[in-house]
C-alpha cells in the first residue's frame, strides 16, 4: 500500500490538553508518481478539526466546516482558491528541483510544507512553525529564535543559504507568524466557537487480539484533541511495556488514540493493571479484568477505523 506522510500536525511538538490553547495550521502536499492522488493538496487546521481544503482535482478552496461555510462570504472561497492555483506549480517546480539535488529521476516523492501558530487565552503566543519535508524526511525549517533556517540534509543547503539571505522576507515572515496568524486564528476560533469549544468526553474499550496478543487500551470519540493516556500496576505509573500511538483525527471531527501493554496473561491475572486516560482534566480509568477485554475470539471483530485528513500563506517558494 502506497503511503503519504502529512506531518504530525502538533507545534514544537507539544499538545495542550487546555481548551484555552488554540492553533492554526496548514498543511500542503505536494507528489508525483502516486496514481489516483491528486497532485496538490491543503488543508486549514484549526484546534486540529479540518476547516479548509483544496486539491488539483475539485480546482476549488472548500469548507470543511458547516461554521466555516456559513461565516465568511464567496470572495473569501475565490480569493484562496486563487492563492492555491498559484501555489500549485510552485510545488511541482519544487519536486524536480529536489529530484535534481537528490540525483532522483522518476519514481514517487512528496514535498510537504506544514506552518502555523499557537494561542494561549492567559499568556498569548505559544508556538509557530514553518517547514518543509521531503520523501517522508525534513528537509528545511524555520528556526524562529534565531529567524535562521535550519537544513538537516546536505541537499537542503543552497535553500537554506538562499532564504537567509532575505532579510526582509524573514522580517515579513515573523511579522506574520506573530500577529497576522495570531488574528485570522483568533476569528475562527470565534467563528466556530461552539464546535472548537465543545468537550466530548471518550469512549474507553479495552482490545485483544488472542490471549498471546498485547492488551490495547482504545479511546475513540473525543474532543478536544489534547488526551494523556497510562497504564497502571497496582496503583503505579508504568515506563517500560507500554507503546502510545499518536492521536489520530476520525472522520467526524473526533480524534482516536491507542496505548499497549506488553505483559504475560498470568501477570496482569496477578496484579492490577489499569488503563487511565485523562481528558479535559477528567480521569477515566478501565480496569484491566478479562470481563472488560474485547477480543475477536468467537467471531467478535473489533476493527480500529482511522480516519485520515489529507488562507495559503504567501510565503511559499521555490527551494
Known sequence: MQKVLLFTLILFGIDSIFAATHSLQYVYSGSS??????????????????????????????????????????????????????????????IEIAKMRFNQTGGIHTVQWMYGCEWDDEIGVTGAVHQYGYDESDFIALDFRTMTYVAPVMQAIPTKQKWDSNRAELENIKSYFTQECIDWLKKYVSYGKCTLERTVRPEVSLLQKDPSSPVTCHATGFFPKGIVVTWQKDGEDMHSDVEVGETLPNGDGTFQITSKLMVKPEDWKRNSYSCVVQHSQKDLPVLLEEKNIRTNQGGISWDIIIGWVSSALRFAKSI
Open 33 to 94: 508518481g502516486i496514481p489516483n492522488l491528486p497532485e496538490f493538496m491543503t488543508v486549514g487546521l484549526v484546534d486540529g478539526e479540518p476547516f479548509t481544503y483544496y486539491d488539483s482535482n475539485i480546482r476549488r478552496e472548500v469548507p470543511r466546516q458547516e461554521w466555516m461555510a456559513k461565516a465568511v462570504y464567496a470572495a473569501y472561497w475565490d480569493q484562496q482558491t486563487q492563492i492555491s492555483m498559484n501555489t500549485e506549480p510552485v510545488f511541482k517546480n519544487n
